[in-house]
């Protein structure tokens, strides 16, 4: 099984990018993993939000595949780290089929791509940068695999 993280648009703000690539190599270490950053739409000003999260959302669809897609949206279900631990354990131990996590765009998601998600995940029940919530939820999957080997990273 792989696990991948899509995001719209590049991540440019340097010490994000560092942290997001840190803990991307640290991820490799226990999982198939990979970072697929979406290009930014070209000329948007002439779109409306709506026009926008369709035509982000249609690349998302095609990144994502056949993938179990689940969204990071402020309006999902939130899980201390332990709990997102256990229910990353119960989808490694009987998926199917591939795991992506979808950080989306300035607006969000589209319908399209909220009628194909499997989930909804909520890291706060604030609003965070997208460019940010990179490392962020990187660092998250990375704390979940820990606690699942075992291992000291994790104090509770």
């Not at 990979?34 to 669809?61: C, D, F, N, R, Y």
């Not at 490694?92 to 998601?109: E, M, N, Q, T």
Request: hydrophobic content about 40%.
């Amino acid at each position: 099984m792989r696990i991948t993280l899509i995001t719209v648009g590049k991540t440019v703000i340097p010490w994000v990018k560092e942290g997001l690539d840190d803990y991307c190599s640290r991820l490799r270490h226990y999982v198939p993993f990979e970072l697929v950053e979406i290009p930014e739409l070209k000329g948007t000003a002439a779109l409306s939000e709506a026009q926008i999260k369709e035509k982000e959302g249609a690349l998302i669809l095609k990144a994502a595949g056949n993938a179990e897609m689940i969204l990071l949206d402020e309006r999902g279900r939130s899980f201390r780290s332990v709990e997102f631990a256990e229910r990353l354990r119960g989808k490694l131990a009987h998926a199917s089929r591939d795991i992506c996590f979808v950080i989306g765009g300035a607006y969000g998601f589209s319908p399209e791509v909220y009628a194909k998600a499997a989930g909804k995940l909520s890291l706060s029940p604030m609003t965070f940068n997208h460019q940010m919530v990179r490392t962020v939820f990187a660092e998250q999957l990375y704390r979940a695999f820990t606690i699942i080997k075992g291992e000291p990273y994790h104090h509770e």
